[in-house]
């Protein structure tokens, strides 16, 4: 199995920043994509940007201009810089990687997600 687990979520100030951490482990062959997904109260998990292997990266326009997404492909961990955050950013945090991952003498895929870390942000 795959873990997932984040790191870096807390409280902030409106105009503050935080940097999540989420870092992946378990007989992981190679991962495609990484990304951070957030669900406000009473709202669906929705994408807020992702990285994949080569470096290719994509936003939410809500969050363009503010956050940057960036990978250690090395230690299988991704980073989401978030500056200027903003009340309507709070919300849980997910990170999701896919990928593969050793099984037996061959591979299979994964897709893990991990517990989530939580974002407050005051005004």
């Known amino acids: 199995q795959v873990q997932v687990v984040e790191s870096g979520g807390g409280l902030v100030q409106a105009g503050g920043s935080l940097r999540l951490s989420c870092a992946a482990s378990g007989g992981i062959f190679s991962i495609n994509t990484m990304d951070w997904y957030c669900q406000g109260p009473g709202s669906q998990r929705e994408l807020v940007a992702g990285i994949t292997s080569s470096g290719s990266t994509n936003y939410a326009d809500s969050v363009k201009g503010r956050f940057t997404i960036s990978r250690d492909n090395a230690k299988n961990t991704v980073y989401l810089q978030m500056n200027s955050l903003k009340p309507e950013d709070t919300a849980v945090y997910y990170c999701?990687?896919?990928?593969?991952?050793?099984?037996?003498?061959?591979?299979?895929?994964?897709?893990?997600w991990g517990q989530g870390t939580q974002v407050t942000v005051s005004s």
């Open positions: 999701n990687a896919k990928g593969s991952r050793y099984y037996v003498h061959s591979w299979r895929p994964f897709d893990s």
